[in-house]
């Protein structure tokens, strides 16, 4: 064996290695410690995981994002054949100084190369045996991802979500449950794998109903949810039906992931007194990481983490790019080099703005979270609409137990019709008057509602699918 190979020479950091050896170390001793980290920043209050790190001003955290993204360049371009023919010819250094001279990265290109080099393209920086978690995005936006990570990969992933567990106050005694069937969809596997090395209880609740489930966190004194907001909002309905009283239950906070939700007015409304409890929205993508969540002092929008992404905004009609505003979130993450992605174009629209917020983080900030999926836009008599700016409108009624969205598309011109599902006791002829006159005074359209029977339309367990989209002659799906 070679001198410096055994686990525990490596880890000594003067065991003399050399430059190259210690970049090597670097991955090793976060593979080996970072469940012992956050025991270690474990201050009763204290709303960071890495202070110094997290209250950094915006000119060193770019300090930072060029080292990150220096080192990240150098590490994968040796062995990831995506990224060497993406980036062939660039120098990376010069690239982590300025990386607006980087070309984009998009999902029709991952998908591409997943389909041509089946099963999981060639977007991997290290051999296939390196790597040992597996999963894929929900496919909602057309063929689903495939996603590796190794060891050190998914302690990334572990370190980002104790950030959002820190922001949002969460303390030892805390107590989770994800009321989630596990599946390849990763959101809640990272959220639950990394309460746990965090330090605190945390209950699996696959496999149950949802009466089953009220039950099972009621009997354990859960503190603490991790869901969609669509079954927040069914665990909820659920718990009225049947004579619960949530809001008197132990459970204070509620983590919702994987829909815009969150940081809608009336969603967020709706959760919190559903539940009695504290909503913190998150945002995060199966093929990028966690990268945003909302502090405890500033509700209604979202952080991107920009000591691990790098966040510009292009927008859509110019393809022009800015550090600032509305327009297509564009990611690069800087610590998963297992499968990176280099300036991601998300497809998620949002309104970025850069200040210092009151919890004395610089990091960028999308205001009211995620605006919408970029594909989802419809054009109604000459608006861009987002369907979460009807559901935002649509949630303000409590008569609407739920609802779906019908876009029909002809040329440049898109028909909508909402069905709603009002509750058993909801007077539908004022309710038709009232959602009427929201959607036209705000989205300046006139809607076609329908009304079905209570019960009609279905309920999601994960990401809630409420627009149909259908094509322009038949109407058929
Ligand atoms: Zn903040």
């Excluded at 270690?40 to 209050?45: D, E, N």
């Excluded at 389909?115 to 929900?138: E, M």
């Excluded at 174009?345 to 205001?367: I, K, N, P, S, Y």
């Amino acid at each position: 064996m070679e001198k410096g190979n055994s686990p525990d020479e490596r880890l000594r950091p003067d065991s003399g290695s050399t430059r190259a050896d210690s970049l090597d170390l670097a991955s090793v001793w976060d593979c080996r410690h970072v469940a012992n980290l956050a025991a270690s920043f474990r201050i009763p209050g204290m709303p960071f995981l890495d202070e110094k790190l997290e209250t950094l001003t915006p000119a060193a955290i770019r300090i930072v994002q060029r080292e990150k993204l220096y080192a990240m360049l150098d590490a994968i371009l040796p062995d990831n054949a995506f990224y060497q023919k993406k980036l062939q010819g660039i120098d990376p250094e010069l690239a982590a100084a300025d990386w607006s001279k980087l070309p984009f990265t998009t999902r029709a290109e991952i998908q591409a190369d997943q389909a041509a080099n089946p099963p999981f393209g060639t977007n991997l920086s290290f051999p296939l045996n390196d790597y040992v978690r597996f999963h894929q995005t929900s496919g909602s936006a057309g063929v689903p991802m495939r996603w590796l990570d190794r060891p050190c990969d998914w302690a990334w992933w572990h370190r980002l979500w104790h950030t959002i567990y820190r922001a949002a106050g969460v303390m030892q005694t805390d107590r989770f449950v994800f009321p989630f069937s596990f599946g390849p969809f990763i959101g809640f596997w990272a959220g639950f794998e990394s309460a746990v090395s965090m330090g605190n209880l945390s209950l699996p609740a696959g496999g149950m109903t949802t009466t089953a489930r009220l039950k099972f966190l009621l009997d354990n004194a859960v503190t603490v949810i991790g869901c969609t907001p669509t079954y927040a909002l069914r665990m909820a309905e659920v718990a009225r039906n049947e004579g619960i009283d949530l809001p008197a239950s132990s459970v204070r906070a509620l983590f919702v992931a994987g829909e815009p939700g969150g940081s809608i007015p009336a969603v967020r409304a709706a959760m919190e007194s559903g539940w009695g409890a504290r909503v913190f929205d998150h945002s995060g993508m199966t093929e990028l990481g966690p990268y945003a969540f909302e502090c405890l002092e500033s509700p209604g929008g979202l952080h991107v983490n920009e000591s691990e992404f790098i966040a510009e905004i292009r927008d859509p009609a110019s393809g022009e790019i800015r550090q600032d505003g509305a327009g297509e979130l564009v990611l690069t993450n800087l610590g998963r080099w297992g499968a990176p992605l280099i300036r991601y174009r998300t497809g998620d629209h949002v309104h970025l703005r850069r200040e210092l917020c009151t919890c004395r983080r610089h990091f960028a900030r999308l205001d009211g979270g995620i605006l919408g999926r970029i594909d989802d836009m419809i054009v109604i008599r000459g608006n861009n609409v987002f369907p979460t700016a009807i559901e935002a409108i649509l949630r303000e009624f409590s008569e609407i137990a739920e609802f779906r969205l019908e876009v029909t598309d002809a040329r440049a011109m898109s028909e909508l019709k909402i069905v709603i599902e009002p509750t058993p006791s909801a007077e539908t002829k004022s309710l038709l008057a009232g959602v009427t006159a929201a959607i036209r005074d705000r989205l300046s359209f006139r809607p076609i509602v329908e009304f079905v029977k209570p019960g009609t339309l279905p309920r999601f367990e994960m990401k809630a699918r409420r627009l149909l989209r259908k094509p322009s002659n038949d109407g058929a799906n």
